[in-house]
């Protein structure tokens, strides 16, 4: 198995644009997580989908921010407009019922 | 809703000396723990989990730890690190949801 995929793995974009971070997750598995990273406020849970559902978006910071999941192998973060400080490492999971997840590589997203 | 608690932020330690990162959780109903590492620059992986059955469970890299249900802990121990130990440790409470502590960095020094 691939793991859990994401694209981009470097993302750099102006104040103000559109951005789309990309997810596979492991065939098979029904839970899809969406986290952020970074030093000031460490592993944020913004979003997680059981069977392509949203569950809980409480973790989305703002209405700047929306995910979807249109089938069980794939799943979009997009933030619009993107500010400054929304720079930071974003990670997609994947876990079977619960248990363990795993995580993809991380997409780093510097906004200028 | 589960909580996690990790209770250093950052641990320095000399190699070849044992340690233990400590992790505490509230939850009122059965929970699964998880303690996963993140190397830098690098996603999250997993180093062992507690789902049922003995509470001393052994994971990658000669790492372990002990499920206590009294006293709601899931500590991390590893008798002798390397330098290679260097890197940040998460500890993970699954029932409800999954949630994360805010991470122990553990600095292995020569």
């Known amino acids: 198995d691939a793991g859990v995929i994401q694209s981009p793995r470097h993302e750099v974009t102006e104040m103000g644009q559109e951005v789309t971070l990309r997810c596979k997750p492991i065939?098979?598995?029904?839970?899809l997580f969406w986290y952020r990273q970074t030093m000031m406020r460490g592993l944020e849970l913004l979003i997680y989908?059981?069977?392509?559902?949203?569950?809980?978006d409480s973790g989305m910071p703002e209405d700047r921010f929306s995910a979807k999941m249109p089938n069980a192998s794939f799943s979009t973060l997009k933030i619009q407009p993107s500010e400054p400080r929304d720079s930071a490492v974003y990670f997609c999971?994947?876990?079977?019922?619960?248990?363990?997840?795993?995580f993809g590589p991380g997409t780093r997203l510097t906004v200028l | 809703a589960q909580s996690v608690t990790q209770l250093d932020s950052q641990v320095p330690v000399f190699e070849e000396a044992p340690v233990e990162l400590r992790c505490n959780y509230s939850?009122?109903?059965?929970?699964?723990l998880f303690w996963y590492v993140q190397y830098p620059n690098q996603g999250l992986q997993l180093l062992l989990k507690?789902?049922?059955?003995?509470?001393l469970v052994k994971g990658i890299n000669g790492f372990e730890a002990e499920f206590n249900k009294s006293q709601t802990s899931f500590h991390l121990r590893k008798p002798s690190v390397h330098i290679s130990d260097t890197a940040e440790y998460f500890c993970?409470?699954?029932?409800?949801?999954?949630?994360f502590g805010a991470g122990t960095r553990l600095t292995v020094k020569p």
């Open positions: 939850s009122s109903v059965s929970v699964y």
């Open positions: 989908f059981n069977n392509n559902v949203p569950i809980d």
């Open positions: 507690y789902l049922s059955g003995s509470t």
């Open positions: 993970a409470v699954s029932a409800n949801d999954m949630r």
């Open positions: 065939s098979g598995h029904d839970y």
């Open positions: 999971a994947s876990s079977l019922r619960r248990q363990e997840q795993f």
